[in-house]
């Protein structure tokens, strides 16, 4: 009788601990992904500093190469995966670190630049990309006229927004080379809760060009 | 035709002056960007590789190599260019009675806008214009196997000096390269074909950290369900 007892009182303290136990898990498998990227959109707003997640396996080359230009200003050349700039955009409140280089791995630590686009500073097309989800949360509230600042090492380049554009991800177009100083940024459209084909760009033009001495 | 004629003399003429055209003087990084414009290699992928050739760089011999390396590439393409034009006899005839143009005068030619296009394209000559398109032309013409081909020319190039190049192949047609230096020191991941990046939620959540997470919660779960089931054997012979 007494090891009945006994057995009872483990049961009715066991029976809420496993029944706890089971719940947390639950709640912990169903909140990570939203806690992840409620934390993602809460950095976003407050412009923090997103945490880098280590990129293991992957040996970068960290040389860079620095070079007067024909008018006398030096540039550097960011080695692939560095982090070269800042992405400053007051309006939307965003403030990231610029990469260059565009694989998914690099995505999740910034705001990636397409390595067929012009290095900042120099004259053509400079295309940023970022996950719509983090970075580029708000990218599409900006409204023409809003600036956007590139900070380097060498320089601060300042663009206006001109306008935004909608496009599909096998149309290339948006990434060429153009003659003109331009900023394209873009992220995906339409779809937040998986992978879309659709993409929005913003297309801003060079207003200020400032190097160091 | 006479279109079709323009294009080709145009690029000959760009070979001509990257092939051709190079003095005995050492070969530089310009001379390499020259031979890929004259290959009939899009735009994006000479800055890519202009770009990579700024902030990484060679001795004359190994542009050199370089060069002879884009040559190989620049026969692929006028194949694609045969294949293309199938009634051409000879591609020499296309050479013939190619009027010239006027590199001052800018294209106007807006047939291919709609509304996806960049507003402001670049300021191209009527000559570079035709060159990009041939070599736009070329790219959307070209076999899986012949873009295969191409690059593993670039691929037997890079050994040649020092690179190790590998490319994954990502879709039909599309393709990532990567770039690496003698001591396995990634300098380049460049896509090819595909060049918009996937920006959706989903790489998010391809993130690896929720494996672990996600296995824990599985243990947890699987012990919680033993456990229910034991007590309820247990809490059924008390009741007996």
Same mark, same amino acid.
């Given at each position: 009788?007494?090891?009945?007892?006994?057995?009872?009182?483990?049961?009715?303290?066991?029976?809420?601990?496993?029944?706890?136990?089971?719940?947390?898990?639950?709640?912990?498998?169903?909140?990570?992904?939203?806690?992840?990227?409620?934390?993602?959109?809460?950095?976003?707003?407050?412009?923090?500093?997103?945490?880098?997640?280590?990129?293991? +396996?992957?040996? @970068?080359?960290?040389? !860079?190469?620095?070079?007067?230009? /024909?008018?006398?200003?030096?540039?550097? &050349? =960011?080695?692939?995966?560095?982090?070269?700039?800042?992405?400053?955009?007051?309006?939307?409140?965003?403030?990231?670190?610029?990469?260059?280089?565009?694989?998914?791995?690099?995505?999740?630590?910034?705001?990636?630049?397409?390595?067929?686009?012009?290095?900042?500073?120099?004259?053509?097309?400079?295309?940023?990309?970022?996950?719509?989800?983090?970075?580029?949360?708000?990218?599409?509230?900006?409204?023409?006229?809003?600036?956007?600042?590139?900070?380097?090492?060498?320089? +601060?380049?300042? @663009?206006?927004?001109? !306008?935004?554009?909608?496009?599909? /991800?096998?149309?290339?177009?948006?990434? &060429? =080379?153009?003659?003109?100083?331009?900023?394209?940024?873009?992220?995906?459209?339409?779809?937040?809760?998986?992978?879309?084909?659709?993409?929005?760009?913003?297309?801003?033009?060079?207003?200020?060009?400032?190097?160091?001495? | 035709?006479?279109?079709?004629?323009?294009?080709?003399?145009?690029?000959?003429?760009?070979?001509?002056?990257?092939?051709?055209?190079?003095?005995?003087?050492?070969?530089?990084?310009?001379?390499?960007?020259?031979?890929?414009?004259?290959?009939?290699?899009?735009?994006?992928?000479?800055?890519?590789?202009?770009?990579?050739?700024?902030?990484?760089?060679?001795?004359?011999?190994?542009?050199?190599?370089?060069?002879?390396?884009?040559?190989?590439?620049?026969?692929?393409?006028?194949?694609?260019?045969?294949?293309?034009?199938?009634?051409?006899?000879?591609?020499?005839?296309?050479?013939?009675?190619?009027?010239?143009?006027?590199?001052?005068?800018?294209?106007?030619?807006?047939?291919?806008?709609?509304?996806?296009?960049?507003?402001?394209?670049?300021?191209?000559?009527?000559?570079?214009?035709?060159?990009?398109?041939?070599?736009?032309?070329?790219?959307?013409?070209?076999?899986?196997?012949?873009?295969?081909?191409?690059?593993?020319?670039?691929?037997?190039?890079?050994?040649?000096?020092?690179?190790?190049?590998?490319?994954?192949?990502?879709?039909?047609?599309?393709?990532?390269?990567?770039?690496?230096?003698?001591?396995?020191?990634?300098?380049?991941?460049?896509?090819?074909?595909?060049?918009?990046?996937?920006?959706?939620?989903?790489?998010?959540?391809?993130?690896?950290?929720?494996?672990?997470?996600?296995?824990?919660?599985?243990?947890?779960?699987?012990?919680?369900?033993?456990?229910?089931?034991?007590?309820?054997?247990?809490?059924?012979?008390?009741?007996?």
């Amino acid at each position: 009788m007494p090891e009945n007892k006994k057995k009872g009182k483990a049961v009715l303290f066991l029976t809420p601990v496993t029944v706890l136990a089971v719940c947390a898990a639950i709640i912990t498998a169903m909140g990570y992904m939203p806690f992840k990227k409620a934390m993602n959109y809460t950095n976003v707003l407050f412009s923090a500093e997103i945490p880098h997640e280590e990129v293991s +396996e992957i040996k @970068y080359d960290t040389k !860079e190469v620095e070079e007067e230009l /024909d008018d006398g200003s030096k540039i550097v &050349y =960011p080695s692939f995966g560095a982090e070269y700039a800042t992405l400053k955009i007051e309006s939307i409140g965003l403030e990231a670190p610029v990469i260059w280089g565009d694989t998914s791995d690099l995505l999740q630590n910034g705001v990636c630049q397409y390595t067929g686009s012009a290095y900042i500073g120099l004259t053509g097309n400079v295309v940023l990309a970022a996950h719509c989800n983090t970075f580029f949360l708000d990218l599409g509230e900006m409204k023409p006229g809003d600036t956007a600042v590139l900070t380097t090492s060498y320089g +601060e380049f300042t @663009y206006r927004m001109t !306008e935004q554009v909608f496009f599909k /991800d096998t149309n290339n177009e948006y990434l &060429y =080379p153009t003659d003109d100083d331009r900023l394209t940024m873009y992220t995906c459209y339409g779809n937040l809760l998986g992978p879309t084909e659709d993409r929005l760009a913003v297309i801003c033009e060079l207003v200020e060009k400032k190097f160091y001495e | 035709m006479k279109r079709l004629k323009r294009i080709i003399a145009a690029i000959t003429a760009v070979s001509f002056i990257a092939f051709g055209g190079i003095s005995a003087s050492a070969t530089t990084a310009d001379d390499v960007i020259a031979a890929a414009r004259g290959a009939g290699i899009l735009d994006t992928y000479v800055a890519q590789l202009e770009n990579f050739l700024r902030a990484n760089k060679f001795n004359s011999d190994q542009y050199d190599m370089m060069i002879d390396g884009l040559a190989n590439i620049r026969n692929i393409s006028m194949d694609v260019v045969r294949q293309y034009f199938p009634d051409a006899e000879s591609i020499d005839e296309f050479f013939v009675g190619y009027e010239g143009g006027s590199s001052d005068d800018t294209t106007d030619d807006s047939s291919d806008s709609d509304n996806t296009t960049p507003t402001t394209k670049p300021n191209l000559t009527k000559d570079e214009q035709t060159i990009q398109d041939m070599a736009q032309q070329i790219q959307d013409n070209m076999t899986n196997e012949q873009m295969l081909e191409a690059i593993q020319e670039v691929i037997d190039t890079g050994k040649k000096i020092g690179l190790d190049i590998t490319v994954e192949q990502t879709g039909d047609k599309s393709f990532t390269m990567t770039v690496k230096d003698k001591d396995g020191n990634v300098k380049l991941v460049a896509p090819i074909g595909k060049l918009v990046s996937t920006t959706g939620v989903e790489a998010q959540q391809q993130d690896g950290s929720f494996v672990p997470v996600a296995v824990i919660c599985t243990a947890v779960l699987a012990a919680g369900g033993i456990g229910a089931y034991v007590l309820s054997r247990k809490n059924r012979r008390i009741g007996e």
